[in-house]
């Protein structure tokens, strides 16, 4: 899931940028409590004013819309063994009421785990434990619990002192049961936590971290946490690639091209193997977990032991079925690829609703694959300070290909 860019801290501060994130933020809304986002998406056509028209899939496309949320913006979506979907909504460019919600029925958000979480203002500043901040990543682990990644860097600039954190949340009564702060020697002021995937059998957790590139690796155990293989270059993204969504190259408001380092990420179903890429390279590459787990290991040893998995299509969100396919977002033409085991590359679905389709979740029975779009490449930070966007942002669903 794409999230801090290591020049994210450069953006630009003119007065015109400024004045057109204003207006921006004054014609979006967030949802407030005891609403729903029934009404943004109706009035799309007034919003739309001016702008080409929203995309629209071919009649034939298996893609079910699940929700659609004219703003904010979703990334992350997580469903439970019962049914129950969950959103992430980042501090990016606007400020969600429900930075982390459970997602209804009509488009309704419930702040979760309830409204004290979701705030972050003044008031709670002391306070940087018990409020989601800027939260990346909703999981959903083997066991039913649901997990919330925060790096806890509003707006993509820094981080916020004490802010980052992976937190455990048990659904049955909707209560924080673990609370992993991360020290700056774990997430820095310029890193970027950015997904996460729980191994429930060996009890850790595997993260990519995109501000800077590397992996953090976490104990659930004793709760502690190490960063590694910073900066090697299997986690650094390359800007000579030219890489593009909708045609045009990723390019922030100081005319600086999109470097997007280690992002997505994959668990193999057995735990054995971890997967990631940066977003902004072609190369995948996996090792494995054990030897992540191995406190005795150099970075130096275990980057002999990586392995480069070779070409496949820059993607942002990343997950393996029960047979080991790799399915990746592929925001450059709109579609969901897979990567079989024998390393071939495939196209599941092809749709331009699929505008940066961004982040993957399965349900329970591994039978339907959801996947939202977040449409990163029209927000104001990558269109010249003005929001592009041109169709809500969704929560889609179809069925797993056989």
Known sequence: MLSYF?????????????????????SCSSPTPGTTMADNAANDTTALVGRAAAPKGDANSPLQ??????????????????????????????NPVFPIAEVGANNSLKPYPNAAWCTWNETVRNEPQKHWICPQSVYADRAGMLWVLDPASPGLKATVPGGPKLVKIDPKTNTVVQNIAFPENVAPRKSYLNDVRV???????????????????????????????????????????NIKADGKLLVDPTGKQGQFNADGIALSQDGQYLYWKPLTSYALYRIKTEALRNTSLSDAQLAAQIEDLGKVPACDGMILDAQNNLYLTAFEDHSIKRRTPAGKIETVVQDPRLEWPDTFAFSADGTTL?????????????????????????IFKMSLPK
């Open 65 to 94: 819309i699940v929700a659609a949320f004219r703003e904010p913006q979703i990334v992350g979506v997580a469903v439970l063994p019962d049914g129950r979907v969950f959103g992430d909504f980042p501090r990016w460019d606007n």
């Open 370 to 394: 959801y996947v939202t779009n977040s449409a990163i490449h029209k927000t104001p930070t990558w269109s010249k300070g003005v929001g592009q966007q041109d169709q809500p942002y969704h």
């Open 6 to 26: 290591s020049f994210a801290h450069r953006r630009a501060s003119s007065l015109a940028v400024a004045g057109a994130l204003a207006l921006l933020a004054a």
């Open 199 to 241: 191994d429930t059998q060996q009890n850790y957790a595997y993260i990519t971290e995109s501000g800077e590139g590397s992996l953090v690796v976490v104990d659930l155990g004793s709760g502690k946490a190490r960063r590694l293989l910073v900066k090697h270059p299997s986690m650094v993204g390359d800007t000579t690639l």
